[in-house]
């Protein structure tokens, strides 16, 4: 059974830091590009940032301040939010790709920056 469970969110103050956490189980880890994804009210689910075997991308939003990290042997996925914004507040999820069939999600974290 595919599971990917995030952890990490919470109510931080602007400029803050928060380390979200993505364990993963039920598939063979190491052979999926691994994504974080975002979604606020009203707004569509926008890519955050992307990992795969040897490369990173990120949205242009977070760029400089968002760093997405894998740990194969731990079969965990972690997304640094440096110098949050109000605009960063979302929900959070996790991704899982292999093909269009083989695409899996995690059940979201709330994130939220606010004095």
């Known amino acids: 059974q595919v599971q990917l469970v995030e952890s990490g969110g919470g109510l931080v103050q602007p400029g803050g830091s928060l380390r979200l956490s993505c364990a993963a189980s039920?598939?063979?880890?190491?052979?999926?590009?691994m994504s974080w994804y975002r979604q606020s009210p009203g707004k569509g689910r926008e890519l955050v940032a992307i990992?795969?075997?040897?490369?990173?991308n990120y949205a242009d939003s977070v760029k400089g301040r968002f760093t997405i990290s894998r740990d194969n042997a731990k079969n965990t996925v972690y997304l640094q939010m440096n110098s949050l914004k109000p605009e960063d507040t979302a929900v959070y999820y996790c991704?899982?790709?292999?093909?269009?069939?083989?695409?899996?999600w995690g059940q979201g974290t709330q994130v939220t920056v606010s004095s």
């Open positions: 990992i795969g075997t040897s490369y990173t």
């Open positions: 039920g598939f063979t880890f190491s052979s999926y590009v």
């Open positions: 991704n899982a790709q292999r093909s269009a069939v083989l695409n899996y």
